[in-house]
């Protein structure tokens, strides 16, 4: 499978504020671009804090790339991927809709009656994990099921449990024109953070995006010793 993770980050590196609100970073340029990466993926995935603080749709806008992919035989637009270990997607989320097919990745820890509640609302529930979802699973789960192409769009825990277990190939940061800063606020990659060994990247292409820079990089590997 080759996974792709795009993100938009202010020029200090945060996804939005301390709050987790929404912060407008990139402009109509740049959302075109997500949009037409969007349609080239077979699925877009999110983890459930992106879900719980945003609500996004993650479905394709313009109608040409969803007219595009449906005269290739795919799908309007591409598969929708939450990770969500305990199953706290809201049923009523609108990637719950009918607008894409949904899979809703929990672990084990999620009950019964958390996954039987996505399942009617909607959701194809996968289970990959036993206390919290183990990536290489559910990675592996999604393969089985078509996916081949899987885009990364947030939020700074999952980008870096991703870069953590090694399976992204490529990275593209919009960086605005704009500071947020906060010591709580979300970057590009959370989680525990890298000490000694730390994911090389080669910088393929940089050009300038509404009022902001586009990097686009591939991932060549790990450097130093030590995770």
Partial sequence: MHVFVNA??????????????????????????????????????????????????????????????????????????????????????????????????VSSAATRSRRQALADAGAEVVVAGDDRVALDDAVSALATRGIETLMIEGGGEVIYSFFAAGLVDELSVYVGSVIVGGRDAPTLADGDGFVGSFPDLSLEDVRAVDDGVLLEYTVTGRSGANG
């Fill in 8 to 105: 938009a980050a202010s020029a200090d590196g945060k996804l939005s504020t301390r709050r987790r609100e929404q912060v407008r970073i990139s402009g109509p340029e740049d959302f075109a671009r997500v949009d037409r990466l969007r349609a080239g993926a077979d699925a877009v995935l999110v983890g459930v804090g992106t879900v719980l603080a945003d609500d996004p749709h993650l479905t394709v806008d313009d109608s040409s790339l969803r007219a595009a992919r449906t005269d290739r035989d795919d799908p309007a637009t591409p598969a929708r991927v939450v990770l969500d270990s305990t199953g706290r997607t809201p049923t009523d989320a609108r990637i719950l809709d009918n607008a894409a097919t949904t899979y809703a990745v």
